[in-house]
Each structure stands twice: as structure tokens, then as C-alpha cells.
């Protein structure tokens, strides 16, 4: 198969796991902010497939103030699935005879400063499947922020997807939704300690006992 044919079948196997969105990108240029434990295996991995799985809105619906336990449930349970996903991307991407990591969507590694593997809000940004919001998470046309990802990095050639060139425009929806007052209109002004400190005090609420929020998240639903 060709880089085209080969893409097209990994993103039909995601789809059928459940999967909305795909996309792929290259790494060369995000590859000295990758954490230790992958950065000297992501020399030979030069793509990374981007995968979002969205949230259901009738569950965002629920969410008022503060998180509640439904939304809890919903977003491990929908990291569950990327990761599932990932994995059966990787093992497809084995069976053609190349190398693959799955990346775990949403393993904070540290708090202080936030680390991850790598980010996949900006794995996502590179893939064409949205663009970096005033709320400092991706925001697709169809589900706005209500969506989730995970990336697979690998050493298999595929035909590339561009950044979309799209932004917020005039919608500010979200800032006015932080209950840290955290975001700006000027997303390069996203106060992240402040954004974190709110989610640490949250955790501590209603037995949440994770550092979640879902607020800027559900003033963003996208056309959907």
C-alpha cells in the first residue's frame, strides 16, 4: 500500500473503534519536548497519528458549577477508549511490519510544572484536526472543546494532514465560563496556575478525587 492507502486504512480501524476524528503529522519539530522516557525512542518515530474521541454532550450537560461524578465517570471511561484505540493502532501498525508506541491520553506525569509524554493538544494542532483555543485546550469545528485525544507515534510513512488556519474568531464563550477566570481573549494570555490551581481544589470536593473541571469545555460544543 501507499503512504495514502496505508493512512486511510489505520483511520478506518480507529473509526470502527470508535473513533470521530483522525490525523496525522510529523515530529521532527516537537521532538525535544518530549519527556525522557520516549525521547530517545522518538528519534526513529518521525509520525504521529492523532486520535479525538468526543464527550457526550448530554453529559456535559450535567455540569453546573463544578464537577460532578457522571462527568468523572465519563472522562476515564473515554480515556479508556483512546487508549484502546491506541493500542490497536500500534498493533496494526506491528502487523505491517513497523514500529509504534501508543502515547496514554491524559498521564500527568508531574503537576509542578504540568508534564506529560508529550502534548496531544499540540500532536492534534499539527494534525488538521483543530486549533489552539483561548481555553488553552484544542478546539474542533464539530465538538468544539467536548473532545479527547491520544496520539500513536510511529516510524510508518503517512500522507500528512496541515493545520486548519481556523481560530476562535469572535466567540469568547469560554472565558466568561472559567470559574478561575483564567482565560483571556488573548489566548496567549491563559493564566495555567491559576486554571490549576482551581482543578486542585475541585479534586477535593464531592469525593471527585481527580484533578478535572469540564466548564470551558462545555461552553464549547462546536456545530455538532
Known sequence: MNITDTK??????????????????????LRDSFHFEIKQDAKRLNTAISIGVPLAAGVMDTLIDRPNMIYKAHYQQVN?????IAF???????????????IPASQILKWEPMRAHLSHREIAYQAGLG????????????????????????ALELEVDLPTGSDCNECFACVSACPARAIAEDKHDFDLESCAAKVREFAHLNHIGQQICGLCIKACPGDR
Open 131 to 154: 486549533w489552539r483555543g483561548r481555553n488553552n485546550l484544542l478546539v474542533t469545528r464539530k465538538f468544539g472543546s467536548q473532545i479527547r485525544l491520544v496520539t500513536v507515534l510511529t
Open 8 to 29: 486511510e486504512t489505520l483511520r478506518k480501524v480507529a473509526i470502527s473503534e470508535g473513533a470521530r476524528l483522525v490525523g496525522v503529522c510529523r515530529v521532527e519539530d
Open 88 to 102: 490497536r493502532i500500534a498493533s496494526e501498525i506491528n502487523q505491517l511490519g513497523s514500529d509504534a508506541i501508543p
Open 80 to 84: 479508556h477508549t483512546l487508549n484502546d
